[in-house]
């Protein structure tokens, strides 16, 4: 069984893989780089069978989405631990050490990220994981780095190394035993949200999930899908009700579910007076699935001596509109705690 294996899923990423793919190959020595493919239309393979023969790269027959496509491949790779890396990342000279060395010395840690900044403003942290992702106690997902859409600037300030709620799938290192033990990622959700959904469960499973500031990648982000795709805003919103609902206590999920309602009718409105007909369509949409798809899942049971970490015990829209909370450091800190 090999120890590492960085796996890249690609979805008619050929200018991405040529673009990042080098420098992964040369920072990720001695471990295998191997290309997950989810039946891209465009020159990828051909490109990777002229350029990379040495790679090897496993084909989809359709498009698996995120989470059933590293499923498939996964099950197809032995290794103790699979950094999961999306094709859109530019990694750094000592990206992988740090993480595993964390990894390696504490077997509860299921999960860890590096520190995640901007491709295009490498000063600047990046939306999709920044310096390590967390909850509000309805589940509202956020970063250090980010709120909403209000970016930090990386002044040092996330340079540490500490326990986080969920760790980001741009690049993700997992602990394959722990991975495999709790059935992998949700194939229903198919992309967006499954990286936080598999931490929650993670730790309802009492395993950990890091973040390690001492490594650090760069992350285009939006780079497969766009980032004013209808779909994806579909996706995102669908995908979060289903893993509240999958993953919050009963004690909780009456009063959160319709006030999850509520700010999501109010977002499509916004969307809709700001003339974006089609995202508004996208999130009423997204509502109507989720009460169609909800009864897939089971409720999640309240366990007492289940504690779940790193949980802002506040609302953060309410903090971050209407009290004007804009950056990690503003919320309150003694409030992030277990539940």
Request: aromatic share 14%; charged share 20%; proline share 3%.
């Amino acid at each position: 069984m090999e120890k590492v294996v960085v796996v890249i899923l690609n979805y008619n990423g050929k200018h991405l893989l040529e673009q990042f793919l080098p420098t992964v190959v040369a920072s990720s020595s001695p471990y295998r780089v191997i290309i997950v493919d989810n039946a891209s239309e465009d020159d990828s393979i051909a490109f990777l069978a002229t350029n990379y023969p040495a790679i090897e790269c496993i084909q989809h027959r359709k498009n698996e989405g995120f989470a059933a496509g590293y499923n498939l491949a996964l099950q197809k790779i032995e290794s103790e631990y699979y950094i999961l890396l999306n094709a859109d990342v530019q990694v750094t000279s000592n990206w992988i050490a740090p993480i595993l060395e964390l990894m390696e010395s504490n077997n509860s840690i299921a999960a860890c990220q590096p520190k995640i900044l901007a491709y295009h403003e490498p000063n600047k942290f990046e939306y999709a994981g920044a310096g390590g992702g967390f909850i509000d106690k309805l589940g509202y997902p956020f970063c250090r780095g980010r709120l909403f859409t209000t970016i930090e600037e990386d002044q040092g300030q996330y340079d540490d190394v500490r326990e986080i709620f969920w760790a980001s799938g741009a690049c993700m290192f997992l602990r394959a035993s722990s991975f495999w033990e709790l059935g992998g990622f949700d194939e229903q959700l198919f992309a967006y949200y499954e990286e936080i959904d598999l931490c929650w469960r993670m730790q309802q499973h009492r395993y950990q999930v890091f973040y390690c500031g001492q490594s650090s990648v760069y992350h285009i982000g939006s780079a497969t899908m766009g980032a004013d795709s209808p779909y994806k805003t579909y996706l995102k919103f669908r995908n979060r009700a289903l893993v509240l609902y999958k993953n919050l206590p009963i004690s909780l999920l009456s009063w959160s579910h319709l006030l999850r309602i509520l700010l999501d009718l109010m977002a499509a409105l916004q969307a809709f007076l700001r003339g974006k007909v089609k995202d508004s369509y996208a999130i009423l949409k997204a509502q109507l699935d989720f009460f169609r798809l909800r009864n897939k899942y089971k409720l999640a049971v309240d366990d007492p001596q289940i504690q779940l970490k790193q949980v802002y015990q506040r609302i953060l829209p309410f903090d971050y509109f209407l009290r004007g909370k804009k950056k990690f450091s503003e919320l309150d800190q003694s409030r992030i705690s277990a539940y």
